[in-house]
Structures are given as C-alpha cells and as structure tokens.
C-alpha cells in the first residue's frame, strides 16, 4: 500500500508532468507557427514523453494500491520571442522538473517507502538526460545567433527526432 504523503505527492507529480506536456504541446505550436517543422515535431516529441512520464506515475500509484486523483493543469504560457526563448524556457521547465523530483525521492526516503525508490531513480536518471539535450539546443541556438542558414540546419535536424523505447 502506497502511504498517503507519497501518494499525494505521485497525485501532484502527474498533474507537473501533464503541466510540462502542455507546455511542450504550445511551444510546438508557435515553432509550427515561427515556419520551423523541426523545432515543432521536436516539441510535439517532447509533449509526447512528459504524456508518457504522466502515466508511469499514474500506473504506480493505481500498481501500489493508491488513488490517481487528477489535478487542474495550469494554462501554459504561449509567449516566446525566439527559438532560443523557447529552449531557455524549457530548460528552466526541465529544472524545475528535476527539482520536484528530487523533493519526491526525498520524501520516499523520508518515509522509508522503499518500493517507490527505483522509478524515482529512474526519473533522477532521465531529468539528467532531459537537462542535457534543452542545454545542448540553447547552447547550439546562441552559437548560431542570427545565422538563417545555420537554424534552418538545425531546424532540419531536430525534425530527426525518433520516439524513444519505453521513455
Ligand atoms: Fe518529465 Fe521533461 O520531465
């Protein structure tokens, strides 16, 4: 059985990662808009997985015994300046994300609620990668500056983007 605290905070870590889908799903939306296909299905990709990270926990929790008790998601913001902008703030999303993470692996460990330790080290393991690949992008976009022919090369890239197994 799922103690009721880590329960709750399974409960608020659903609602956070459907928060980040949403917010990926607006970032594509103006990158489709901004005449960057690339950038777009990146972001689509992205809304994919935070979908996918949502249900994980909302497996667990339903696995564990517990009660999914679905939360009102915030309005996304949709105002972006520049490609460059929206990977900044979806860097700092991906932080924040980290961060909520951690709380929850701190307070499995609190709780002594053993069980719920290994997909947390999962998400600790996957915040890494997520911090990693928003970073790389910004630091790509502030090399390129104001270069057209280098962002419709990455825009090209980024559109490569596969669906990963079992993220
Ligand atoms: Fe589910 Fe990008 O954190």
Same mark, same amino acid.
């Given at each position: 059985?799922?103690?009721?605290?880590?329960?709750?905070?399974?409960?608020?870590?659903?609602?956070?990662?459907?928060?980040?889908? #949403?917010?990926?799903?607006?970032?594509?939306? #103006?990158?489709?808009?901004?005449?960057?296909?690339?950038?777009?299905?990146?972001?689509?990709?992205?809304?994919?997985?935070?979908?996918?990270?949502?249900?994980?926990?909302?497996?667990?929790?339903?696995?564990?015994?517990?009660?999914?008790?679905?939360?009102?998601?915030?309005?996304?913001?949709?105002?972006?300046? *520049?490609?460059?902008?929206?990977?900044?703030?979806?860097?700092?999303?991906?932080?924040?994300?980290?961060?909520?993470?951690?709380?929850?692996?701190?307070?499995?460990?609190?709780?002594?609620?053993?069980? *719920?330790?290994?997909?947390?080290?999962?998400?600790?393991?996957?915040?890494?990668?997520?911090?990693?690949?928003?970073?790389?992008?910004?630091?790509?976009?502030?090399?390129?500056?104001? *270069?057209?022919?280098?962002?419709?090369?990455?825009?090209?890239?980024?559109?490569?983007?596969?669906?990963?197994?079992?993220?």
């Amino acid at each position: 059985m799922l103690i009721k605290s880590v329960q709750d905070a399974m409960n608020g870590q659903i609602r956070n990662e459907l928060y980040s889908a #949403y917010q990926y799903l607006a970032m594509s939306a #103006y990158c489709e808009s901004a005449n960057l296909p690339g950038f777009a299905h990146w972001m689509r990709m992205q809304s994919r997985e935070e979908l996918e990270h949502a249900m994980k926990f909302y497996d667990f929790v339903l696995d564990r015994g517990g009660k999914v008790s679905l939360q009102a998601i915030d309005r996304p913001s949709d105002e972006f300046s *520049s490609p460059l902008d929206v990977f900044e703030q979806s860097l700092a999303q991906e932080r924040r994300v980290t961060s909520q993470i951690h709380d929850l692996y701190a307070l499995a460990q609190q709780e002594k609620d053993y069980a *719920s330790i290994p997909l947390l080290q999962w998400f600790v393991t996957e915040q890494i990668e997520e911090e990693k690949n928003a970073g790389q992008v910004v630091d790509t976009l502030k090399m390129i500056g104001d *270069s057209r022919d280098a962002l419709f090369l990455l825009d090209r890239e980024l559109g490569q983007r596969q669906e990963e197994e079992g993220e």
